[in-house]
């Protein structure tokens, strides 16, 4: 990186840190630093609820799924406004006339201690597990540019988060999350002009469109369907997306805490709704340009030599091994079959590059579709804006992160702590111990992180996989406390275990593709509990 991105980088991050630490004066106790002392207006609560969601993960691995699939991941998201309905008309108010400090005690209220506890747990090891897969996207950015053993990098970037967020509390997450989102509103404004600017000359957006349709990138609208019928196992497509996609949104925005913590911080019910609403109308228009950026960068790499590979780290680890002369042999090919625009050709030499790779490297996974967009920007973009990009990246990572460990902390404290340990802490030694927890879960998130290493699929992917396979059933949960209320506390715990044991089978044996586990999980505890009450001839004892 050039002086200037090293100081424009600098700069944006110890800029944010000193806003965070300018805004974390707030009262010592547990409604100042996990709810901001409730009093944050629409458009903060709007601006934290898509820091929170919009990581590093959904603008370093965002454009590599475009890159590789084309744009049908964004089907993904056809659900949320509907999702965002349900939420700020029937969650919210329920949520804001308990003045829940968790969404989980909304439960103990419903049902009981017990049907809390669980869903609190399946929150904390779902989102616990995802967070620390988002600890590990920034690292590879330092990884990358640096050549940095991964493993240290990802504790010094834990190490930076469990600082910044141990001392902010929500106010500072959500304030934080503003100036977020507003640099990266500026900078993807900034990076799709620059990214237009590479087209060829002559080559207008609209004739770009034409041609990456012709290799199958424009599929923003799939069915699913094939001559053999619906394919369950088609992991994005207008069905999974509306339906599956339904679920998940609701789950996520209505039940994760790392979400409705962000929107029961509002100074009212009012404040609440139209954040959430709004977030609902822009949230697909803003993941559809992310998408496209990974689009216009297979456009640019059709024109122009697209690397071999696109991990430098991995690969000078494996010129290092007596695989180099076959890899360098294997490559020169590679750029003959481009030369000669054969690319189904230069497609298999790649995959055969990366099977020679994986015999150097064979305790690696060398899937690179993480790396895709990150290798575009620091080769083509103009100085000033690869520091821009990789501060945003930053940024994300913060924002969503803190955001998530400050709901780990704040439901370990609430839904386990003073339930279990100790129930009579003061207000001074409860934000104290929420303190400790916030450590203690940004050094889980760490130590997860380690193992992401070798995680091959897309990131973005891999945590929207984790999440449902436990949103689904934390969702059943809810919806039967708000529409069912003959089922009982009983039949409802119940329920949710056999339902998370069944989506766990259901997924391992691949019978459908992820998004479809969100719904599953959801109606199978309301069949379950609708069941289990109905043929009780008396309350269910445990």
């Known amino acids: 990186m050039s002086s200037l991105d090293w100081f424009i980088l600098i700069t944006i991050l110890t800029g944010i840190i000193a806003y965070g630490v300018y805004k974390s004066r707030t009262t010592k106790n547990l409604d100042g630093y996990f709810l901001g002392n409730r009093q944050m207006p629409w458009y903060i609560i709007l601006l934290g609820i898509m820091g929170t969601q919009a990581s590093a993960i959904t603008f370093l691995t965002g454009p590599g799924q475009a890159y590789s699939d084309g744009m049908r991941f964004v089907q993904y998201y056809f ?3 509907l999702a965002m309905l349900v939420i700020a008309f029937v969650f919210v108010p329920a949520f804001n006339k308990l003045k829940i400090t968790t969404a989980y005690e909304f439960l103990q209220n419903r049902f009981d201690v017990k049907t809390r506890t669980l869903t609190s747990f399946l929150f904390l090891v779902s989102r616990g ?13 330092l990884s990358t540019l640096f050549g940095w053993n991964i493993y240290i990098t990802n504790i010094l970037m834990g190490g930076f988060l469990i600082i910044y967020t141990v001392t902010g509390g929500a106010k500072a997450v959500a304030h934080t999350q503003k100036i977020q989102m507003l640099l990266v509103f500026t900078t993807l404004g900034l990076i799709i002009y620059s990214v237009i600017k590479l087209l060829p000359d002559g080559q207008t957006i609209a004739q770009a469109l034409k041609q990456a349709a012709t290799y199958g990138k424009m599929n923003t609208i799939t069915t699913g369907f094939t001559d053999k019928g619906f394919n369950w196992n088609d992991k994005y497509n207008i069905f999974s997306g509306i339906i599956g996609g339904f679920f998940l949104a609701l789950s996520y925005f ?4 790392s979400q409705v913590g962000r929107y029961i911080t509002a100074k009212s019910t009012k404040e609440s709704k139209r954040g959430l609403l709004l977030n609902g109308l822009v949230k697909i228009p803003m993941q559809y340009i992310i998408l496209m950026l990974g689009v216009f960068t297979f456009l640019f790499y059709i024109n122009n030599k697209a690397p071999i590979y696109f991990d430098n780290v991995k690969q000078e680890k494996a010129f290092a091994t007596s695989y180099k002369d076959e890899l360098i042999a294997k490559e020169k090919k590679y750029t003959i079959y481009l030369h000669e625009n054969n690319i189904e050709a230069a497609n298999k030499s790649r995959e055969e590059y990366k099977a020679i790779l994986k015999k150097a490297l064979p305790n690696e996974d060398v899937s690179d579709t993480n790396f895709v967009f990150l290798r575009f920007a ?7 804006l690869i520091g821009l990009f990789i501060a945003i990246l930053f940024l994300s990572a913060w924002g969503s992160i803190a955001a998530a460990l400050n709901s780990l902390a704040a439901c370990t404290v609430v839904d386990f702590h003073q339930q279990f340990f100790n129930k009579n802490l003061s207000e001074e030694q409860s934000y104290k111990t929420a303190k400790w927890y916030t450590l203690g879960w940004g050094l889980f998130c760490i130590v997860v992180a380690m193992f992401a290493t070798n995680i091959g699929t ?7 996989i984790l999440g449902s396979l436990f949103y689904g059933v934390i969702l059943g949960i809810f919806l039967i406390a708000f529409f069912a ?5 009983n039949a409802t715990f119940i329920a949710a ?3 998370e044991i069944l989506v766990i089978s259901i997924y391992n044996l691949e019978v459908v593709s992820f998004l479809w586990l969100n719904v599953i999980g959801a109606l199978l505890v309301i069949f379950i509990g609708v069941i289990l009450q109905l043929f009780s001839k008396k309350s269910i004892k445990i």
């Open 79 to 81: 659900g949320l406004p």
């Open 129 to 141: 597990l995802s967070t620390g897969i988002s600890v590990y996207a920034p690292a590879i950015v």
């Open 254 to 257: 209505g039940t994760d805490h």
């Open 378 to 384: 620091m080769d083509y973009f103009p100085k000033g």
């Open 458 to 464: 897309s990131l973005i992917e891999t945590v929207n």
């Open 485 to 489: 209320k003959k089922v009982k506390a």
């Open 497 to 499: 275990i056999l339902s």
